[in-house]
């Protein structure tokens, strides 16, 4: 059996919470299994918990999250590469790696390729999205809990007329991004 491994992140653009990166490692099967999904944005939440509910047990993958806190000390570059090579650090480098956007991975993965829209177009990096916006966004729902004046939970941190409201009633909390 073939295997890739996929890498994206989700959570470079919000104003509050962490940036998350997944590492998905894939067979063959699974790739023909799920061709044709897309990026986690393009799905409906139901869509992505039901195929993240899917794959449990049949793929590996790790997922590493970055802090606000850490992201307005360090720059969001230097945690998104951080946390990717934390995430990719479990699997074999000798693996063909295949990266969203203009993601690199470590030196080490000889065998890698940025690709632009990857998301829409490679299954492996698709997954890893989708386990990546999961992973955070009940992250986010779990602070909501915690942080209830800031409606966490709809929108996942992102700037939406209503946090910004919520910010200027009640300032920034623990999450948010003072350099943004």
């Not at 067979?27 to 918990?49: C, P, V």
């Not at 990719?88 to 065998?111: N, R």
């Not at 490679?122 to 890893?128: K, P």
């Not at 989708?130 to 004046?149: G, H, L, Q, S």
Request: positive net charge.
């Amino acid at each position: 059996m073939k295997y890739t491994i996929g890498i994206d992140e989700v959570g470079r653009g919000p104003i509050a919470g962490p940036v998350t990166v997944c590492a998905c490692m894939i067979s063959s099967d699974i790739a023909k299994k799920y061709k044709g999904i897309k990026d986690s944005k393009k799905l409906s939440e139901l869509q992505r918990e039901k195929i993240f509910s899917e794959i449990q047990g049949k793929v590996e993958y790790k997922v590493t999250s970055i802090s606000a806190k850490e992201i307005d000390e360090k720059g969001i570059s230097f945690c998104i590469k951080k946390a990717l090579a934390k995430s990719i650090s479990v699997f074999p480098t000798d693996t063909l790696v295949l990266l969203d956007g203009g993601l690199k991975a470590p030196l080490e993965y000889k065998d890698q390729k940025t690709i632009i829209k990857g998301d829409e177009k490679e299954v492996c990096i698709a997954l890893a999205s989708i386990i990546a916006k999961v992973t955070r966004d009940r992250y986010m729902c779990k602070m909501a809990k915690k942080c209830p004046e800031y409606g966490f939970e709809g929108h996942k941190g992102y700037g939406t007329r209503k946090h910004y409201e919520a910010i200027e009633k009640h300032g920034l909390s623990p999450l948010h991004r003072r350099t943004f």
